[in-house]
């Protein structure tokens, strides 16, 4: 397919889907007064794809035939599952449909073969309450809001990683439908290739439809350990080296996630630290010790089942993180160690950044560490994944109402990107965990050099027509 799409005639496009899409189906134009239309709605209103026409497949014949008439037409599209997502490459797609998955958001549990199969667009929240019924859990990211499938195939990270690995290695067997067109079921035992390409790089072969996922019994009855602790901006120094002494030095069952951020209450810049302990309280207690003894000017800890942890962790704070419809400016990356100095003079940074610009003051840095023993035991040429080893993650958000304060979060966001990854990325490189990734990055960073090669080749075989360059594209 050429890389500038034919303008194509919204109604012809309207009225194509209306006559060759199953019944229970729907088809909208932007302008669609109809009480019905119900679309997902993105969670990043900026740099945002430009779409013509929705269409709101109910089969995977009827992705079939969307996949199938772009092709043909084309017509360029974009699946839309959770509507998470950080990147800025989806604004270069313009005149497009969007395939709406809404109508595939089941859940299917089959506690006695350890199974759960989920709809392309089905969310955390919906599989929490349905595997928490079965004494299940299955690892998850760190919001309840986002796409199950979305998650996954970029690698999916989260506080269960070091108990369970990442939630691609949970992944069983996913119905896709292709950019040849072809509905196919891929796995370790089916289509193998294409397997290996979508745990990791997976926006670049296919629309996922449905997925099916080992889950596991649940870890201590189904509770884990959360603290949450803001400490004041003069603590930072003792703070963070707290911090560093988790580095090298955390039990499987440990996850930590460090805040700069000001606080919505008090409206000052505060450090907040939030640490769940997947075992027994009594020994993640005695793990968290060393924060619960930096005074904290204001802590919560608490057990909380799996279903509910990352609604309630990090004092509530997914109730705000999975607000849609804002622009939000996201900038990720990789490390391999924890630079004291490094945050201990973001913290002056982030105080002056907030004074002169009072428009950004939801502006956050979150750096988590998850445990990576048990993603690192699984062998890197068994999945697209390439960060296996990293010790943790970092993102600069920032959300913004206006252009000019857009532009200034830009520029902050890599200042600052690169100076963590400086002190704190493998040899000084820039490598990031592609669901982070802002847009700018390149396929080098988002996919490692040793995999591109055969990333492309399984791109050549899956997708001859680049179909799906639109999400951090290898092509």
């Not at 996630?257 to 907040?272: E, G, N």
Request: charged letters at 15%.
């Amino acid at each position: 397919m050429a890389d500038s799409p034919t303008a194509a005639c919204p109604s012809t496009i309207y009225n194509y889907l209306k006559q060759n899409l199953s019944p229970k189906s729907e088809v909208f134009l932007p302008d669609a007064s109809d009480e019905t239309m119900e679309i997902v709605q993105r969670w990043n209103a900026y740099n945002t794809p430009h779409y013509i026409v929705f269409a709101k497949p109910a089969t995977n014949k009827d992705v079939q035939t969307i996949v199938k008439y772009s092709n043909d037409k084309n017509v360029p599209f974009l699946a839309t599952g959770g509507g998470n997502g950080y990147t800025n490459t989806t604004s270069a797609l313009k005149g497009a449909i969007d395939v709406d998955l809404g109508f595939f958001r089941s859940v299917s549990v089959d506690a006695p073969n350890n199974r759960v199969t989920v709809g392309g667009a089905a969310t955390f929240d919906d599989i929490f309450g349905p595997i928490s019924a079965a004494k299940k859990e299955l690892q998850t990211g760190s919001c309840s809001c986002v796409g199950v499938v979305g998650a996954t195939l970029g690698g999916g990270i989260g506080p269960y990683q070091g108990i369970h690995g990442l939630i691609l290695d949970a992944l069983i067997s996913v119905t896709v439908v292709t950019g040849k067109g072809d509905i196919v079921t891929a796995s370790t035992g089916e289509n193998q290739d294409l397997f290996w390409g979508l745990r990791g790089a997976g926006f670049n072969y296919g629309v996922i439809t449905s997925a099916t996922y080992r889950i596991h019994d649940q870890t201590n009855n189904g509770l884990a350990l959360n603290g949450d602790f803001i400490y004041p901006t003069s603590a930072k120094e003792h703070v963070f080296n707290v911090v560093k002494t988790y580095e090298n030095n955390q039990p499987n069952e440990l996850s930590i996630f460090a805040s700069i951020m000001l606080d919505p209450v008090t409206q000052v810049t505060v450090i907040l630290i939030s640490a769940i302990y997947i075992g027994p309280e009594e020994e993640g207690l005695a793990y968290i010790q060393p924060l619960i003894d930096s005074n904290p000017v204001r802590s919560n800890i608490s057990s909380i089942p799996w279903s509910r942890l990352v609604k309630e962790n990090r004092f509530g704070a997914d109730q705000f993180a999975c607000l849609k419809g804002g622009n939000h400016s996201v900038f990720g990356g990789n490390l391999a160690t924890f630079d004291v100095s490094t945050y201990v003079s973001l913290v002056d940074e982030f105080i002056q950044f907030y004074t002169e610009n009072p428009a950004l003051a939801t502006a956050i840095l979150v750096v988590e560490m998850f445990p990576n023993a048990v993603t690192k035991s699984i062998p890197d040429d068994a999945t697209a994944y390439p960060y296996r080893d990293s010790f943790a993650y970092f993102f600069f958000s920032f959300v913004f109402s206006d252009v000019a304060s857009g532009a200034i979060a830009e520029r902050a966001g890599l200042t600052w990107r690169n100076k963590l990854m400086s002190t704190g990325g493998k040899d000084g490189k820039l490598e990031v965990y592609v669901n982070y990734a802002h847009g700018d990055e390149g396929r080098v960073a988002w996919y490692a050099p040793r995999k591109i090669p055969k990333l492309l080749a399984i791109k050549s075989k899956w997708d001859p027509q680049n179909l799906f360059k639109w999400t951090n594209g290898l092509v």
